[in-house]
């Protein structure tokens, strides 16, 4: 969320933001309930002023034992005037709140202006693209054939796009989990965490899923007298991981912290609908391995960079060759202010595939969830920075891994790294 004061200071810049990220916000309706909003707590407070002053006098009266029976009927009535003005206040301020909660993070001055996603900058590459002496076969006849994924009965017991990993793929899986936990928490640093896979309204809310993507998410319960207890099925690990300190005030000389999970991730990506869904490329659940950090303002962006080289490391110690790209402002996410995108080659395809982004929120998300910290004791506290990268999303690495380590005969080598998770297996077939 931006900060109102930000918004009302600086309102034609936040007007450029979306039209630089083609997306819209009721501002007019903003900057009129923030002025009623304002005007209604200055009132408010001269009420509350001039009443304590009558109230002092009244007690004055009674102990002079005088007659204060008119002016006691006059500050009942000031009273419930104010009553109904701090209701009124209470409304509006609900009203600004629900509008703030549709407005994107400012992006950062690196971020390109862009209209699309050839807008996007390529920072790197990495590894050189794979020659081939024989037809490649795509990731979805590869596994079919060593028959590692079963995407019929998978659709059959959940729908169309949903898989279901078997025998050395559901291995291979479990084995790229364990090597990415350890390769976080042994070298770079992060302490593992395992959430729930369910998180609240409240909670999908602080990281920014709520209320913009909600057809997106997987709602698996509702009360409809607390709508604070609906739960969702987490679309990522940044969700529940990064509200662990909601509603909290760390002290500084704990920051940064560095937090690693593994969880299984459910997306309905309702606007995705017929995109990209042959094989794993686009999938309603999958695993993810994902980093988050907080940190201190002031060392965010370079706890940014080294956020992307651990997650970079994934795919060196793989083998598979990559690029990253800067997202341009159509691009970038809704609660980010910074974004990098590392997408994996993929040779059958002859194309690039996303399996990380890293971003960087500033106080996004942490004004939304109320994360704050205090430089010293006595300090007053400030709002934490939040980061988070997937390190990294596994279908499309699986993908990448299938088609770049295909042999002419049908089988796939398993890269060096991950033969010791996979109990000394070297090729799948």
């Known amino acids: 969320m931006i900060d109102l004061k930000f918004i009302r200071e600086n309102i034609e810049d936040v007007r450029q933001m979306l039209t630089?990220?083609?997306?819209?916000a009721d501002l007019d309706r903003l900057v009129e309930l923030d002025i009623r909003w304002r005007e209604n707590l200055t009132h408010t407070q001269s009420l509350k002023a001039h009443q304590n002053q009558v109230s002092q006098q009244i007690a004055e009266r009674k102990k002079a034992k005088q007659d204060?029976?008119?002016?006691?009927a006059e500050m009942r009535e000031?009273?419930?005037?104010?009553?109904?003005?701090?209701?009124?206040?209470?409304?509006?301020?609900?009203e600004i709140d629900a509008i703030l909660l549709t407005i994107?993070?400012?992006?950062?001055?690196s971020t390109p202006v862009g209209t699309s996603e050839d807008d996007n900058i390529e920072?790197?590459?990495?590894?050189?693209?794979?020659?081939?002496?024989?037809e490649?076969?795509?990731?979805?006849e590869i596994a079919e054939q060593l028959d590692v994924v079963d995407f019929q009965r998978g659709a059959k017991v959940a729908g169309s796009n949903f898989v279901l990993f078997k025998g050395l793929g559901a291995r291979l899986e479990r084995a790229l989990i364990q090597f990415?936990?350890?390769?976080h928490t042994t070298q770079h640093g992060y302490t593992e965490i395992s959430p729930p896979f369910l998180a609240n309204r409240p909670t999908m809310t602080g990281t920014g899923q709520l209320p913009k993507f909600e057809a997106d998410m997987y709602r698996c319960d509702r009360d409809e007298e607390n709508p604070d207890s609906d739960l969702f099925l987490i679309p990522t690990a940044e969700v529940p991981v990064t509200n662990l300190f909601a509603g909290e005030i760390l002290s500084a000389e704990d920051l940064p912290i560095y937090y690693t999970a593994y969880t299984p991730c459910f997306r309905r990506e309702a606007g995705a609908y017929g995109k990209d869904t042959r094989g794993l490329q686009r999938i309603h659940q999958f695993d993810k391995v994902e980093m988050v950090k907080f940190t201190t303002p002031e060392t965010s962006y370079a706890e940014?960079?080294?956020?992307?080289?651990?997650?970079e490391s994934v795919l060196q110690a793989l083998g598979l060759p990559y690029r990253v790209v800067q997202h341009c402002t159509v691009e970038l996410g809704f609660a980010a202010a910074k974004c990098y995108d590392i997408e994996v080659w993929a040779p059958a395809r002859q194309r690039f595939l996303e399996v990380s982004s890293c971003s960087n929120f500033e106080a996004f998300q942490a004004r939304r969830a109320n994360i704050r910290f205090r430089r010293e004791a006595g300090a007053k506290p400030e709002f934490i920075h939040t980061l988070n990268a997937s390190g990294t999303a596994l279908p499309r690495v699986v993908i990448a891994l299938l088609e770049t380590y295909q042999n002419p005969d049908g089988t796939v080598r398993v890269p060096a790294v991950l033969q010791s998770y996979m109990g000394g297996i070297r090729q799948i077939g």
């Open 20 to 24: 630089d990220r083609h997306t819209e």
């Open 68 to 72: 204060a029976t008119e002016t006691i």
């Open 78 to 94: 000031l009273s419930q005037n104010i009553k109904e003005l701090t209701a009124e206040a209470n409304t509006t301020k609900t």
């Open 104 to 109: 994107p993070n400012m992006p950062e001055s």
């Open 123 to 134: 920072i790197k590459t990495w590894g050189e693209l794979p020659n081939f002496d024989f």
């Open 136 to 140: 490649l076969k795509p990731h979805w």
């Open 180 to 183: 990415m936990l350890d390769l």
């Open 304 to 311: 940014h960079e080294s956020l992307l080289a651990n997650a």
